[in-house]
């Protein structure tokens, strides 16, 4: 029996889970790396290596999606995700007071700890997102992933907020109990949420089109539909070039424009407004009363993309002509945000259509495909967009230059994410509705 479609309560509810997996994790990856660096006084290539490899573990993403599929129901995978998830985040408090007096014995500690981040976020992640590809409707996808996006961005916040002001004055006893509380309180949320959302025989996915032996025959299989396989590109070109600016844009303000730590911080702000009002943009194009008018989801994302690649050249043109010349910076900044939320929020919507395309049950291995992708290019931005940045500059010997190098090579990226989702529309339009059945539609065309 098909389910019936989420309505806004059910989505929100999803979208509260989202909350409470970003703040688990922004306890982790900004919390404990400053008491890493500044309170411990250890080596900042620490944090940021343990912060890379939760994202590396993600790659399990494709495998924790076949689970959800197999299974029929997403509900017990986000569960447990978020368990896991919990757990590894009171591990890693404490493996990071355990530094302060046996370093080796808390880094193994926190290597352990960050798999297990990384293993319960593509869990639950993963779960979610197949869950949503599955039971929200055509029409609501771009509002749904814009409120599901806001709430994760909400739980960052306010987590960070309240975490930072329990915390303080800083001492490890208070540090466990404050990660220990949120842990547990961030389980009980999701059980809240997740009670009755699915419904034994009421809302189970329909049977799929075609069964599999195991996780590698399923992998391969979605592996070869052509719209699966590019869209994996996009994603990984997209958030790879979105990813490289997060550790680059404030030391670029700083050092070529003499901005203050104050004002880089300020200019993040604005980068991320810039992301709310694209996002706010992609909901609002996307509704019944204007659908169609504004451009298509589809556009969004070919056009967010281009323009993010637009946005990209003009920093790099600031850095060429400060400090003689003065740029519209801040300007410059929300354009680029702005650009940004646009096509990831289109992105996201695409996802949860293309998921469910190729026939019912592989929604989950074909998000997990595209969370994996996602999560190497969130891996690897940070260390390319500082790597480029340090190698250009000790090539170059020119800090304006350095910079320059790394937006050239970003917006190059962003241009070639425009032209494989261009490709994609003419492998399957995006759009428009047709008769054929979804497997057929799935795999017809060819690719490059």
């Not at 997996?21 to 944090?47: D, F, K, Q």
Request: proline letters at 5%; charged letters at 10%.
């Amino acid at each position: 029996m098909t389910a019936p479609y989420f309505g806004w309560l059910q989505i929100a509810r999803l979208g509260l889970i989202q909350a409470c997996l970003g703040a688990v994790v922004v306890v982790t990856t900004s919390t404990l790396n400053r008491i890493m660096v500044v309170e411990l006084a250890m080596p900042a290539l620490l944090p940021g290596f343990l912060v890379a490899w939760h994202y590396a573990v993600q790659i399990v993403r494709p495998r924790m999606g076949y689970g959800a599929d197999k299974g029929r129901r997403s509900t017990p995978w986000m569960m447990g995700g978020m368990i896991v998830l919990a757990c590894g985040g009171v591990m890693a408090a404490i493996a990071t007071v355990w530094m302060d007096t046996a370093p080796t014995a808390g880094i193994a500690l926190s290597v352990l700890s960050f798999s297990l981040i990384g293993l319960g976020v593509s869990a639950c992640g993963t779960s979610l997102l197949a869950l949503m590809a599955k039971q929200v409707p055509d029409n609501r996808r771009a509002q749904a992933a814009t409120l599901v996006w806001l709430m994760m961005i909400m739980g960052f916040a306010v987590t960070a907020g309240v975490v930072g002001k329990l915390i303080d004055p800083y001492t490890p006893e208070i540090l466990i109990k404050v990660s220990a509380g949120l842990s547990l309180l961030t389980v009980a949320i999701t059980a809240l949420c997740l009670w009755g959302l699915e419904k034994e025989g009421g809302v189970s996915a329909p049977q799929p089109t075609k069964n599999f032996a195991n996780f590698k025959e399923a992998f391969r299989d979605v592996s070869a539909e052509p719209v699966a396989r590019n869209f994996t590109i996009f994603v990984f070109l997209s958030m790879l070039a979105y990813s490289a600016q997060d550790l680059i844009l404030e030391p670029f303000a700083g050092a070529v424009h003499g901005m203050s730590p104050g004002k880089t911080t300020q200019l993040s702000g604005w980068h991320h407004m810039g992301v709310l009002i694209g996002m706010l943009a992609v909901a609002g194009a996307s509704t019944r009363w204007v659908k169609g008018r504004l451009g298509s989801v589809h556009a969004w994302m070919l056009s967010g993309c281009a323009l993010s690649a637009l946005a990209t050249v003009g920093l790099a043109m600031s850095a060429l002509t400060a400090p003689p010349m003065a740029w519209p910076l801040q300007a410059n900044v929300v354009f680029l945000g702005i650009a940004n939320g646009a096509f990831s929020i289109a992105a996201i919507a695409t996802m949860m259509r293309l998921a469910g395309q190729g026939g019912p049950g592989k929604e989950g291995t074909r998000m997990g495909l595209w969370g994996a992708a996602q999560a190497v290019a969130f891996g690897l931005g940070g260390l390319v967009g500082t790597g480029a940045s340090d190698l250009a500059h000790a090539a170059l010997g020119d800090a304006r230059l350095a910079y320059m190098s790394v937006f050239i090579f970003q917006a190059l990226m962003f241009l070639a994410s425009a032209l494989v989702a261009s490709h994609m529309r003419k492998i399957t339009p995006a759009d428009k509705p047709t008769n054929l059945p979804n497997d057929i539609l799935w795999n017809k065309g060819t690719t490059t």
